[in-house]
């Protein structure tokens, strides 16, 4: 079975910075379609973005659009989710999940993805 492991979640203030990753030793990330996604309290899960295998095309819901950054380095086989400008709004647990074949420039969706992390807490308060 995968394991996904994230990691660099925290506290940070409204308008800061922080960077997630998401890595694991099961399988090749740039292999497959790897998402992000968040759940706020009392809210649904959320698509946040998504990278594309081998190319590295990439999706962003529009409350993140121009703020978040979905990379990938092959090399450490981690997943990365740069998070700038950040408001109370991205309050959210943040999962990485991978293991999907689809990818879209139109849409990303969890029922995509068999393989999830355990998440790691962000939370953005003054």
């Known amino acids: 079975q995968v394991q996904l492991v994230e990691s660099g979640g925290g506290l940070a203030q409204p308008g800061g910075s922080l960077r997630l990753s998401c890595t694991t030793n099961?399988?090749?990330?740039?292999?497959?379609?790897t998402g992000w996604f968040r759940q706020a309290p009392g809210k649904e899960r959320e698509v946040v973005s998504c990278?594309?295998?081998?190319?590295?095309?990439?999706y962003y819901a529009n409350s993140v659009k121009g703020r978040f950054t979905i990379s990938r380095d092959n090399a450490k086989n981690t997943v990365y989710l740069q998070m700038n400008k950040l408001n109370l709004d991205d309050t959210a647990v943040y999962y990485c999940?991978?293991?999907?074949?689809?990818?879209?420039?139109?849409?990303?969706?969890?029922?995509?993805?068999?393989?999830w992390g355990q998440g790691t807490q962000v939370t953005v308060s003054s």
């Open positions: 999940a991978t293991e999907s074949a689809y990818y879209s420039d139109y849409d990303c969706l969890a029922s995509w993805f068999p393989s």
């Open positions: 099961g399988l090749a990330l740039d292999d497959y379609v």
């Open positions: 990278i594309s295998a081998k190319l590295a095309n990439t």
